[in-house]
């Protein structure tokens, strides 16, 4: 066999097995799927990338605003807890009349110690609103509350007539004044 030849052949054959072993089998679990390359422990295989298999923030309101969009005074309860709402240890509540149409009640974050012996503070959450028209009719609005897709310090609940709205207050303008016509 002529050497041109075989060099030839040891070309096409070594570029043959290096396409054959550069992809790996899918799930091989001592590849790192996102480099290519080997782990550095094989017995550890890479984690999942980020957001994948994580649990998602919580959808918590810790402070913000009720405004009154209703043509009568109502009376509201924003209702607050610790980190279950069955710890009635750090239930809290916050109560105020509110005037029709211009009426606002400001709630802000409250903080609590699950332990005493703790150095940190926890906050508390909203996870009830209720109201009390002036003609007797009662609306709640429980969490998990509209619109929230992780922790919120400042948000807005709209009282109108038949329900209780939960408002992003960052939200686009045009969007909130079509939900105030709604």
């Given at each position: 066999?002529?050497?041109a030849?075989?060099v030839?052949?040891?070309?096409?054959?070594a570029?043959t097995l290096a396409?054959?072993?550069?992809?790996?089998?899918?799930g091989?679990?001592n590849?790192?799927p996102?480099?290519?390359?080997p782990?550095r422990?094989p017995r550890?295989?890479t984690?999942?990338?980020?957001?994948l298999g994580?649990?998602?923030p919580?959808?918590f309101?810790?402070?913000g605003?009720?405004?009154n969009?209703?043509?009568?005074?109502?009376h509201?309860?924003?209702?607050y807890c610790?980190?279950?709402i069955?710890d009635?240890?750090?239930?809290e509540?916050?109560e105020g009349?509110?005037?029709?149409?211009v009426?606002?009640?400001?709630?802000?974050?409250k903080?609590?110690r699950?332990?005493?012996?703790?150095?940190?503070?926890?906050?508390?959450r909203?996870?009830?609103?209720?109201v009390k028209r002036s003609d007797?009719?009662?609306?709640?609005?429980?969490?998990?509350?509209?619109n929230?897709d992780r922790?919120k310090?400042v948000?807005?609940?709209?009282?109108k007539?038949k329900?209780?709205?939960?408002?992003?207050p960052?939200e686009d303008?045009?969007?909130k004044?079509e939900k105030q016509?709604?």
């Open positions: 066999m002529p050497a030849l075989d030839t052949l040891d070309n096409e054959v570029s396409a054959a072993t550069s992809g790996t089998a899918p091989d679990p590849i790192n996102h480099t290519g390359k782990h422990n550890y295989p984690p999942p990338p980020h957001g994580l649990l998602p919580p959808k309101v810790h402070s605003t009720v405004r969009l209703t043509n009568q005074s109502v509201c309860t924003v209702h610790g980190h279950y069955e009635t240890q750090h239930l509540t916050v009349d509110l005037e029709a149409k009426g606002k009640l400001h709630f802000y974050e903080k609590f699950h332990r005493p012996e703790t150095t940190h503070d926890n906050r508390k909203i996870y009830k609103l209720t007797g009719i009662t609306m709640e609005l429980n969490e998990p509350f509209e929230i922790p310090a948000w807005e609940f709209w009282v007539d329900k209780i709205l939960s408002i992003d960052r303008q045009d969007l004044e016509k709604a």
